[in-house]
T-cell receptor, first 112, second 114 residues
Framework: AQSVTQPDIHITVSEGASLELRCNYS??????LFWYVQSPGQGLQLLLKYFSGDTLVQGIKGFEAEFKRSQSSFNLRKPSVHWSDAAEYFC??????????FGTGTLLAVQP | NAGVTQTPKFQVLKTGQSMTLQCAQDMNHNSMYWYRQDPGMGLRLIYYSASEGTTDKGEVPNGYNVSRLNKREFSLRLESAAPSQTSVYFC?????????????FGQGTRLTVV
């Protein structure tokens, strides 16, 4: 079945520290993978996407993610977190069927 | 270019009332989606339409119906609202021609059922 697991419900990091948000997916064919960010009371903004090709993808706001097929993972990283990165982050998996499933989200808090 | 437009933005219903949430996109996308967002549960897919003329159930379809009116519009209907349907609803669209794209989202509808 198509599904996404984000094992970390809530993460707190210090400003300037590095960040890694985990995402594991289940999909029976080649997945299309996405990371979205949602600030409080706002809609969803795309950070980055993977369709094919280079497994390390760059996104907006200094984020990157690496697709690891052997681990069914698509973890999101940022080398130095800014206070404005505090938000909720969602991983999503889609494919040729056009069905798009999201994870439960990771809420990021940034300490000064 | 408006993108994905949802109406209304806010709605309060009494238990048992019905309503239709409207969604329209102007990006010529093939696929459209309805999600609900509840605290701690992420976005859960209610229904989706992979292309004009088709609709499929998502993860939480019970209590909802949808209509893909044309390529632009995808509506979500609650026939008899229940307090458990209190949520924020998002419409999204994706895909142009044979090309897969990311999903673009509307601003959401905050629905309260009392």
């Amino acid at each position: 079945a198509q599904s996404v697991t984000q094992p970390d419900i809530h993460i707190t990091v210090s400003e300037g520290a590095s960040l890694e948000l985990r995402c594991n997916y289940s999909y029976g064919a080649t997945p299309y993978l996405f990371w979205y960010v949602q600030s409080p009371g706002q809609g969803l903004q795309l950070l980055l996407k993977y369709f094919s090709g280079d497994t390390l993808v760059q996104g907006i706001k200094g984020f990157e993610a690496e697709f690891k097929r052997s681990q069914s993972s698509f973890n999101l990283r940022k080398p130095s977190v800014h206070w404005s990165d505090a938000a909720e982050y969602f991983c999503a998996v889609g494919g040729a069927t056009n069905k798009l499933i999201f994870g439960t989200g990771t809420l990021l808090a940034v300490q000064p | 270019n408006a993108g994905v437009t949802q109406t209304p933005k806010f709605q309060v219903l009494k238990t048992g009332q019905s309503m239709t949430l409207q969604c329209a996109q102007d990006m010529n996308h093939n696929s459209m989606y309805w999600y609900r967002q509840d605290p701690g549960m992420g976005l859960r897919l209610i229904y989706y339409s992979a292309s004009e003329g088709t609709t499929d159930k998502g993860e939480v379809p019970n209590g909802y119906n949808v209509s893909r009116l044309n390529k632009r519009e995808f509506s979500l209907r609650l026939e008899s609202a229940a307090p458990s349907q209190t949520s924020v609803y998002f419409c999204a669209s994706s895909g142009t021609g044979s090309r897969v794209t990311e999903a673009f989202f509307g601003q959401g509808t905050r629905l309260t059922v009392v």
